[in-house]
């Protein structure tokens, strides 16, 4: 039996995608300038002002927040995220087996273990 080698792919093959991609970024291209020529330049004092929520802002932007709200934030996603790891092990528990289950207690441990050292470094008491 006589094998043949793998097709070599041409340039030509990917002439599809750059086409693709061409007409994609040319559209952007094209609504940017068009709706930049076409749109209306109304400016002003008031139009240029900042606002939040249609709340007028008062002092100083550059305010210091604590850190504790910025590590508090990093944590709830670092552990969100981990926690969704949960779910396909929860759905294929019984096709994975025993091996899935020590794999997922290492897991675990490996959770319970940066939460343990979160609470000892006592990011999570506020003063």
């Not at 249609?54 to 604590?66: F, L, N, Q």
């Not at 981990?82 to 025993?98: D, H, K, S």
């Not at 273990?113 to 990011?123: E, M």
Request: glycine letters at 8%.
């Amino acid at each position: 039996m006589e094998t043949t080698a793998p097709a070599q792919y041409l340039p030509s093959d990917y002439l599809p995608i750059v086409i693709q991609f061409a007409a994609a970024l040319g559209f952007v291209v094209f609504s940017m300038v068009v709706t930049h020529l076409i749109g209306p330049k109304r400016k002003s004092k008031v139009k240029n002002a900042s606002w939040e929520c249609g709340i007028e802002s008062k002092g100083d932007a550059r305010t210091p927040i604590s850190i504790k709200y910025f590590l508090i934030a990093i944590l709830f996603v670092l552990f969100d995220v981990e926690v969704i790891f949960l779910y396909p092990w929860a759905v294929n528990f019984r096709a994975l087996g025993i091996d899935g289950f020590i794999w997922m207690l290492l897991f675990m441990g490996l959770l319970l273990t940066g939460f343990y050292y979160v609470i000892r470094k006592g990011v999570l008491k506020w003063e």
